[in-house]
Antibody
Framework: QVQLQESGPGLVKPSETLSLTCTVSGYDVSSGYHWGWVRQPPGKGLEWIGNIYYRGNTYYNPSLTSRVTISLDTSKNRFSLRLTSVTAADTAVYYC?????????????WGQGTLVTVSS | EIVLTQSPGTLSLSPGERATLSCRASRSVSTSYLAWYQQKPGQAPRLLIYGASMRPTGIPDRFRGSGSETDFTLTISRVEPEDFAVYYCQQYGSSSLTFGGGTKVEIK
């Protein structure tokens, strides 16, 4: 059974960098699939942030691409998110997920999510 | 970027009733690339439908996805108490994923 677990600081100061890690169990991230991040501001809908293919190719939401980096750490079976120059608008629950289907077209397995608040 | 518009915003139903949720796309979406998710308060979204009409293992057959091009529908044949939640459609295109704004199915 594939399981994903997000971890990282719950509070980030404005203008700083948000960094989260998603640790995967039950599947080797270097074996296949896309791995991605989605966020949800409090009381609002879902926003896709980006995916990374197991071979290292990355795909980002055009609205966030200038601030986002997703990377893969196969030695620790995890992948990470970095979002720079954060503002209060980046306050959200951040989910990691495994993207399945052709080209990683849907999200079949999700982590439980972690709330990140941007505040001084 | 393809925009997905879901309607209605809120659907008030009694258990046992039929639910019909709509997802309209601003441009044509391949049926291979349309998915639906269910989200309950405090929980992560759960995949309900992929490929417009395919159910993952473990999803009850009262959930049915249909549609093509720009009009897609999620139908819950008889709403159970555990089905009251928010439902999102999602499409993939041009190496990007986008979500609709969601439909809340609430108890009448």
């Amino acid at each position: 059974q594939v399981q994903l677990q997000e971890s990282g600081p719950g509070l980030v100061k404005p203008s700083e960098t948000l960094s989260l890690t998603c640790t995967v169990s039950g599947y080797d991230v270097s074996s296949g699939y896309h791995w991605g991040w989605v966020r949800q501001p409090p009381g609002k809908g879902l926003e896709w942030i980006g995916n990374i293919y197991y071979r290292g190719n990355t795909y980002y939401n055009p609205s966030l691409t200038s601030r986002v980096t997703i990377s893969l750490d196969t030695s620790k079976n995890r992948f990470s998110l970095r979002l720079t120059s954060v503002t209060a608008a980046d306050t959200a629950v951040y989910y990691c997920a495994r993207a399945q289907g052709s080209s990683g077209s849907y999200l079949g397995y999700w982590g439980q999510g972690t709330l990140v608040t941007v505040s001084s | 970027e393809i925009v997905l518009t879901q309607s209605p915003g809120t659907l008030s139903l009694s258990p046992g009733e039929r639910a019909t949720l709509s997802c309209r796309a601003s441009r044509s979406v391949s049926t291979s690339y349309l998915a639906w998710y269910q989200q309950k308060p405090g929980q992560a979204p759960r995949l309900l439908i992929y490929g417009a009409s395919m159910r993952p293992t473990g999803i009850p057959d009262r959930f049915r996805g249909s549609g093509s091009e720009t009009d897609f529908t999620l139908t819950i044949s008889r709403v159970e108490p555990e089905d009251f939640a928010v439902y999102y459609c999602q499409q993939y295109g041009s190496s990007s994923l986008t979500f609709g704004g969601g439909t809340k199915v609430e108890i009448k």
